[in-house]
């Protein structure tokens, strides 16, 4: 099993990734001397597929284990969640010795991770991610939070796993969205850090949706590798980090004005083609590079433009998003393919340029 290193002093960690890493995960547990009680945090949708397998298995292996699940969905990503589950631990006298499996995609993985990190001032925990953007993405880093009122992801923690196993089998069964946003994720990845992986997107264009073995592996491999060079050298987020939300400031504007009836990997595409337009009109770019951008988002059968938008709402919502000075705000430009900064140099006048143009 390929084993990526999050070098982060003593907390350091391993993201194992493999066809059976699920499996793999109970040789580390016995070998980490992890304790003998678990709690595993799922989805009822996660539960089904994976999750009272994974509890079965982990019985027979000679474990204690609870589990517990919450609904599916973004909207159950809160505190009142996060409480729920503090009462359903403190039943079963969970204590800092029990080591907490979070099963599931990117919402678990938060949650379950803002929980991990709070009750008893933090217990042990393993990122189990069972999307492909919480592979590539979510699972590694220690961003951890709840949505709280209008404050998406603004009530959490830094809180690292103390593993994170990425089990590729699981994929089989996600829907053909969620795997279109994890690539609009991985292709982020290719552009803000590994030049060799967008021309591996690029050859196998035409197969990523339905990518499966070897690529998906390497894939994978690849975009999970660029997140945790970037954790490690910018845990909390103040500099080099920020490059992650390549795509994002137009993104989430995008997903707002949309009541989030656009997916996240398609409205973060729209954004990070929106980025390089912006790139290329500062001479940061070379136009080329843009172009096999666009290449890639459209044959990833994901959007390249903000069509059917209306584009003042959008800007509106930006400009409410980003604190501009002196009429510019601090955004995530590309300088080339496996590179990107952050610029405080973009003024609100060329982000409108750029979304009327489009
Ligand atoms: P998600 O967790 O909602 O999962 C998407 C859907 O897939 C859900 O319905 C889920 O039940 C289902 N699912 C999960 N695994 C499955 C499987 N193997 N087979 C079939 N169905 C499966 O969404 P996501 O895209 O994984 O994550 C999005 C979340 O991640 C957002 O809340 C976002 O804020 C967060 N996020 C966090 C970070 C971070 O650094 N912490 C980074 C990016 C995104
Ligand atoms: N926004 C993703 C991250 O910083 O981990």
Do not use: W
């Amino acid at each position: 099993m390929h084993a990526i290193r999050v070098s982060l002093g003593a907390r350091s960690y391993n993201t194992y990734i493999g066809a059976s890493a699920l499996d793999e995960m109970i040789v580390h547990l016995r070998r980490a001397k992890a304790g003998n009680r678990l709690i595993i945090i799922t989805n009822t949708t996660v539960l089904e597929l994976y999750g009272l397998r994974l509890k079965e298995t982990l019985l027979s292996a000679g474990f204690e284990v609870s589990l517990f699940s919450v609904p599916d969905g973004e909207g159950f990503k809160s505190l009142e969640s996060a409480g729920r589950l503090y009462t359903e631990m403190s039943e079963v006298f969970a204590d800092r010795s029990t080591t907490m499996l979070a099963l599931g995609g990117g919402v678990i993985g938060d949650l379950a991770g803002f929980v991990a990190g709070t009750y008893m001032r933090g217990i042990p925990l393993i990122q189990l991610p069972t999307t492909l953007l919480s592979q590539v993405d979510s699972s590694i880093g220690g961003k951890t939070a709840v949505n709280y009122g209008r404050l998406k992801n603004q009530i959490g923690t830094f809180y690292q796993p103390r593993a994170v196993f990425c089990d590729t089998s699981v994929l089989k069964t996600l829907a053909a969205e969620h795997i279109s946003n994890g690539f609009a994720e991985i292709i982020k990845s290719a552009v803000i850090g590994d030049r060799e992986l967008f021309g591996i997107l690029t050859r196998h264009t035409a197969e990523l949706q339905a990518a499966d073995g070897q690529l998906l592996e390497t894939i994978i491999k690849r975009a999970a590798a660029v997140k945790a060079r970037i954790v490690s050298r910018d845990e909390h987020d103040n500099g080099v980090r920020n490059t992650l939300n390549l795509g994002h400031t137009i993104g989430h504007a995008i997903e707002s004005v949309t009541s989030f009836s656009i997916s996240h990997g398609a409205a973060i595409a729209m954004g990070m083609v929106a980025a390089g337009r912006i790139s290329v009109m500062m001479e940061l770019m070379p136009p080329h590079e843009l172009e096999a951008l666009i290449n890639l988002i459209d044959g990833a059968g994901l959007p390249t433009s903000v069509t059917g938008i209306n584009v003042a709402d959008l800007f509106n919502a930006i400009k409410h998003d980003k604190k501009a000075t002196n009429g510019s705000v601090k955004f995530i430009l590309p300088l080339r393919i496996g590179r990107a900064v952050a610029s405080d140099k973009v003024t609100l006048d060329l982000i409108a340029e750029v979304l009327t143009e489009q």
